[in-house]
């Protein structure tokens, strides 16, 4: 049971570029999401979703997209980077109304 | 707006004291509080949950206190240990029938446990 995985840990763009970040758990969760934490700032939502076929905007989506094809995977893409999504981007899965599942992390630098 | 804040960015105690760790909310329709804790290259970890329901919830050395009057809570460790040397966020579910698990995260206090 590897809980929810996430991959590449670490990644550097140039601005413009693109690249989809992955997310996949293997606990059965219907509700997945994706958070960036920025360094002295909590975590925020950019996008979640409830099942799969459904995704839905958090607090901060501009400039990422989501899709939700299966109950196990839920990518984060990132159509043209800019310096402000340099950031940790954390992805989760939880139960309904339960306590989240984080996956270890992936680290973005755009430059 | 920063619906979900703590003021103490870090936080420094000995070994076998009590740790307290504070968090406020503005949004009074927060209806379900958890503690997460974050190690340093590594996703965050469900520590302990309190429903508004109820004003303590205890889990070992870890207690969770709710004060709704307040919109305050705090996380007591007893006693702390160095490997509670983390970064410690509070966060919160909005009720009022939502049924997703949309959390709102407060900023993170670091708490340091000398040895």
């Known amino acids: 049971n590897a809980g929810v995985t996430q991959t590449p840990k670490f990644r550097i763009l140039k601005i413009g570029q693109s690249m989809t970040l992955q997310c996949t758990q293997d606990?059965?969760?219907?509700?997945m999401y994706w958070y960036r934490q920025d360094p002295g700032m909590g975590l925020k939502l950019i996008y979640y979703?409830?099942?799969?076929?459904?995704?839905d905007k958090g607090e901060v989506p501009n400039g990422y997209n989501v899709s939700r094809s299966t109950t196990e995977d839920f990518p984060l893409r990132l159509e043209l980077a800019a310096p402000s999504q340099t950031s940790v981007y954390f992805c989760?899965?939880?139960?309904?109304?339960?306590?989240?599942?984080f996956g270890p992390g992936t680290r973005l630098t755009v430059t | 707006d920063q619906q979900v804040k703590q003021n103490s960015p870090s936080l420094s105690v000995q070994e076998g004291r009590i740790s307290i760790l504070n968090c406020d909310y503005t949004?009074?329709?927060?209806?379900?509080f958890l503690w997460y804790k974050k190690y340093p290259a590594e996703g965050p970890t469900f520590l302990i949950s309190i429903s508004s329901i109820k004003d303590k919830n205890e889990d070992g050395r870890f207690t969770v206190f709710l004060n709704k009057s307040a919109k305050h809570l705090s996380l007591h460790i007893v006693p702390s240990q160095p490997g509670d040397s983390a970064v410690y966020f509070c966060?919160?579910?909005?009720?009022?029938?939502?049924?997703?698990?949309?959390?709102?995260f407060g900023q993170g206090t670091i708490l340091t446990v000398h040895p």
């Open positions: 606990m059965n969760h219907n509700y």
């Open positions: 949004n009074s329709m927060f209806d379900y």
């Open positions: 989760a899965s939880s139960p309904p109304r339960g306590g989240q599942y």
């Open positions: 966060a919160a579910f909005e009720g009022g029938g939502t049924s997703y698990g949309k959390l709102t």
């Open positions: 979703s409830v099942g799969a076929g459904i995704t």
